[in-house]
Nanobody, 119 residues
Framework: QIQLVESGGGLVQPGGSLRLSCAAS????????MAWFRQAPGKQRELVAR???????NYADSVKDRFTISRDNAKNTVYLQMTSLKPEDTAVYYC?????????????WGQGTQVTVSS
């Protein structure tokens, strides 16, 4: 069974930092694009950052210059370094693994980790 397990969430004060991790198992990790999404109460899930299998990255405008996504293929893990956190960053953060080969789409989600930014 494919597993994506997030960790690193918690409560942090505005201006603080957190690093989220997502460990994948039972997938060929290096062939997947990995992404972080988030969902705040009453809002739709939104893309935060994505890193492709070859390391290209893109970010939501709201987190550019504050968040950094990276991956370690040897550890089957993707990270999200979050700095200068704001209350509006409060959400459940989800890890996603995506691959599309011909007509075969593989799309997996983790259970989510709560990030709360509050004084």
């Amino acid at each position: 069974q494919i597993q994506l397990v997030e960790s690193g969430g918690g409560l942090v004060q505005p201006g603080g930092s957190l690093r989220l991790s997502c460990a994948a198992s039972r997938i060929t990790f290096s062939t997947y694009a990995m992404a972080w999404f988030r969902q705040a109460p009453g809002k739709q899930r939104e893309l935060v950052a994505r890193i492709t299998s070859i390391g290209a990255t893109n970010y939501a405008d709201s987190v550019k210059d504050r968040f950094t996504i990276s991956r370690d293929n040897a550890k089957n893990t993707v990270y999200l370094q979050m700095t200068s956190l704001k209350p509006e960053d409060t959400a459940v953060y989800y890890c996603n693994a995506y691959r599309s080969i011909a007509t075969i789409v593989s799309d997996y989600w983790g259970q989510g980790t709560q990030v709360t930014v509050s004084s």
